[in-house]
Structures are given as C-alpha cells and as structure tokens.
C-alpha cells in the first residue's frame, strides 16, 4: 500500500471529479472532410468539370481552361483528363474556379 505522507490520514484528498462516478462518454460524431478545395474536388472524382487556371506574368500562356473529368487531387494538384484522353497534372496555386453542370458533393 502507498502512503502520502503530509496529508491526514496519510492519502492526497480526492477531487470532485474523482469522486463522482464516470462519465459516460458518446461517440465521436462521424469525421466529414474540411472543405478544402483538394477534397471537394476528390469528393467529385469523375465528373466532368471545366477548369479556369491563371498564370501570372506569362505572355505566352497567361489563362487556361481545360474540360475534363477529375482524375484525383492532392493539396497542390488535380489531375484532369479531357473527353480525348488527354491528362493535365495541374498545381492547384493556378487554379481560380471549376464549373459543373451537375451537383457538387460537398458532404460524404
């Protein structure tokens, strides 16, 4: 048997808490996605989107939209493929907005 020694009867008093019985925890409510855009846009994995990109201070190249199905998304891509197979790997930095002419899944 342990002793604490500096304490009458020689045991620490007991919080409130202690003495109560436990609390009967619930479960944790069920873990939706944030809403970040990467899982949005993996919440809507083959749909077909367009995608507006900007690319500042590029003569050549400064804005692009691509039509195309989401592939997959990470936090600083999305892959696309066009209806001819074509693949774009495209840093989401870029990225302005996507269109669908479908409902978006927002919540799984």
Same mark, same amino acid.
């Given at each position: 048997m342990v002793q604490f020694y500096g304490y009458p009867g020689g045991f620490p008093?007991?919080?409130?808490q202690q003495m109560n019985p436990p609390n009967v925890q619930l479960p944790a409510p069920p873990r939706q996605e944030e809403s970040y855009i990467e899982n949005i846009l993996r919440m809507n994995r083959g749909k *077909?989107?367009?995608f507006y990109f900007t690319f500042e201070n590029n003569k050549e190249w400064n804005a692009k939209v691509i039509t195309g199905y989401v592939e997959a998304a990470g936090r600083d891509h999305v892959i696309i493929s066009d209806p001819n197979g074509k693949r774009y790997l495209? *840093?989401?930095i870029y990225l302005d907005y996507v269109t669908f002419d479908e409902e978006i899944n927002y919540f799984k």
């Amino acid at each position: 048997m342990v002793q604490f020694y500096g304490y009458p009867g020689g045991f620490p008093p007991q919080s409130q808490q202690q003495m109560n019985p436990p609390n009967v925890q619930l479960p944790a409510p069920p873990r939706q996605e944030e809403s970040y855009i990467e899982n949005i846009l993996r919440m809507n994995r083959g749909k *077909l989107g367009t995608f507006y990109f900007t690319f500042e201070n590029n003569k050549e190249w400064n804005a692009k939209v691509i039509t195309g199905y989401v592939e997959a998304a990470g936090r600083d891509h999305v892959i696309i493929s066009d209806p001819n197979g074509k693949r774009y790997l495209m *840093l989401m930095i870029y990225l302005d907005y996507v269109t669908f002419d479908e409902e978006i899944n927002y919540f799984k």
